[in-house]
């Protein structure tokens, strides 16, 4: 299959570790890269590759690969985290062209 | 400042065109490759096209290729994208996008998007 899926919607109490999940056969072969993008606004990255973080991105945003899942684990997850995150990596049905998954509606309580 | 400005959106007819434009500032245009990304009402986000740091190689979704042209002007430090042939499916958020130059694919760059609406 070259879809990506994730969760639709999560919860997390504030302080606490949430860990959203991308799952798809291309990430055998490719690193995901993560967004987070909130009401109005364009998304913004905040993890890619091995585990990498965009300057200014707060380290409690980390990122993992094992098989065909992607994580992204938010430590201590704060307020300003609520927001739908995606996924991307590139299709390997031949033509390598982006993809991305269908979202995470992350809920702070 | 390092950022993307997109403009040109609008509300166009089924059928119709319009030409989107992606001013970049703050880095070095040239050695990057750009996207399009849009994303409809409530949906989630597609990768529509890219363009590499020359003009060549392009590359299109399926959902849009034979309707939509991407180009840039390395001069003008610009990115476009013309849209024809319009379809009510195509109402979306558009957002331009720089590609991470590193071993890792990434967009580390994004505009604050324009908006197409195509309605009768």
């Known amino acids: 299959s070259s879809e990506l899926t994730q969760d639709p919607a999560l919860s997390v109490a504030l302080g606490q570790t949430v860990r959203i999940t991308c799952q798809g056969d291309s990430l055998r072969y490719y690193y995901a890269s993560w967004y987070q993008q909130k009401p109005g606004q364009a998304p913004v990255l905040v993890n890619y590759?091995?585990?990498s973080r965009p300057s200014g991105i707060p380290d409690r945003f980390s990122g993992s690969n094992s098989g065909i899942t992607a994580s992204l684990t938010i430590t201590g997850a704060q307020a300003e985290d609520e927001a739908d995150y995606y996924c991307s990596s590139r299709d390997n049905s031949g033509n390598h062209f982006p993809k991305f998954g269908g979202g995470t509606k992350l809920t702070v309580l | 400042q390092v950022q993307l400005v997109e403009s040109g959106g609008g509300v166009v007819t089924p059928g119709g065109s319009l030409r989107l434009s992606c001013a970049a500032s703050?880095?070095?245009?040239?050695?990057?490759?750009m996207n399009w990304i849009r994303q409809a009402p409530g949906k989630g986000l597609e990768w529509i096209s890219y363009i590499s740091d020359s003009g060549s190689p392009i590359q299109y979704a399926a959902s849009v290729k034979g309707r939509f042209t991407i180009s840039r002007d390395n001069a003008d430090n610009s990115l476009y994208l013309q849209l024809n042939s319009l379809r009510a499916e195509d109402t979306a958020i558009y957002y331009c996008?720089?590609?991470?130059?590193?071993?890792?694919?990434?967009?580390?760059?994004w505009g604050q998007g324009t908006t197409v609406t195509v309605s009768s």
């Open positions: 590759g091995k585990n």
């Open positions: 703050g880095f070095t245009f040239s050695d990057y490759y």
């Open positions: 996008a720089r590609d991470h130059s590193g071993s890792y694919p990434a967009f580390d760059l």
